[in-house]
């Protein structure tokens, strides 16, 4: 068994200054360790001068997690939208991004475990957990067994359809998905999986075809948003459809026009539903505000760009902290449509 080191956490981080971003625009790296398991998160905020958001706005934080073989990277023009409603944090998993991977395999449960410990060391209120491909596992993971972590959940793109978990059906379904997407999205990937070793690939692939994400999902309180490209034949229509129908609360949205790589090709339209999805209230907001199950009043309407169904999808046309600094005490770090949530009376 490996040893485990008592010391007191260390951080350095950096600043980067890219002229190529807009003015106000402040990014910080920092590398973590939390046992075997390393982390890099950046974090990425906005000046108010610069359209950030000001002292009077509730403080936000939206965590993004990336899908296999990928990074960060992906949510670039998500992340630089999002940055007008609250701070950022991309992070890039052990094994991917030039992440160094842990000695042993890892799957979504140590991944969710790895994303929940970071998030309870770094105190961050306002919670909304956003997660793209493999990434909508971890955050399903993550809000099933810590469902005071975060207010809201996004999932995009969700995998695996339970029909169809094995290695060749969704590399079909990869491709099919890839011819409508950009040479420049294949390029994009291309990078990502470069940067995988192909036996880091292969040890995480099997836990994520068999993570039975329709059967988490159901034990997530926390409001969810789920999000699909329009010809996205990884997560289909009918699969979100029956995800949004085993949450408890649930509603999804469908990108005309976008495949699976939805989060880089349609950045503008996901952020802003993933902004319209953190104002509305959370649980316990709601539960204050609409006694006896009633709908809250007031709903905001949905965006302009995107489908939005209840269960069947239309036709494409704070938390309680818990300190947990003894547990994490061995971390290391270093440096047009009408909304209708799911079971309301809209």
Known sequence: MAQRSRRRPRRYGRRIVDPDLPDGLELRVDRYRFDDLCLRAWRMSLAESAGGPG???????????????????????????????????????????????????????????????????????????????????????????????????????????AQER??????????????????????????????????WFRQVLPGMLR??????????????????????????????????????????????????AVIYEHGREVADLIAEHAARPARGERIEQAPDGEAPDGEQPASADAHVAQGEPLAPGARDAQDSGAQDSRAQDSGASTRVPHGSDA
Do not use: C, K
């Open 211 to 260: 993570f039975p994400v329709e059967q988490r999902i159901a034990d997530v309180d926390t409001p969810l948003l789920v999000v699909r490209g329009e010809y996205d034949r990884v997560a289909p229509r009918e699969w979100t459809a029956m995800l949004v129908d085993r949450a408890p609360d649930a509603w999804s949205a469908e990108i005309p026009g976008a495949s699976h």
């Open 55 to 161: 002292p009077q706005d509730a403080p936000r934080n939206l965590v993004l997690l990336h899908g296999l073989g990928v990074s960060s990277a992906y949510y670039g023009r998500v992340a630089l939208a999002l940055a007008r409603v609250g701070t950022v944090h991309l992070l890039d998993l052990p094994g991917f991004a030039a992440v160094p991977p842990p000695r042993e395999a890892a799957g979504i449960e140590e991944f969710a475990a790895l994303v929940d410990r970071w998030l309870r060391r770094q105190r961050l209120e306002n919670v909304v957990l956003v997660g793209h491909s493999m990434g909508s596992q971890i955050v399903t993971e993550v809000l099933a067994r810590d469902p005071g972590v975060a207010t809201h959940g996004v999932l995009i793109g969700p995998p695996v359809n």
């Open 166 to 199: 094995s290695v060749g059906q969704q590399v079909v379904r990869l491709a099919q998905s890839s011819v409508r997407e950009s040479r420049g999205t294949r390029a994009m990937a291309l990078a990502g999986y470069r940067r995988t070793t192909v036996r």
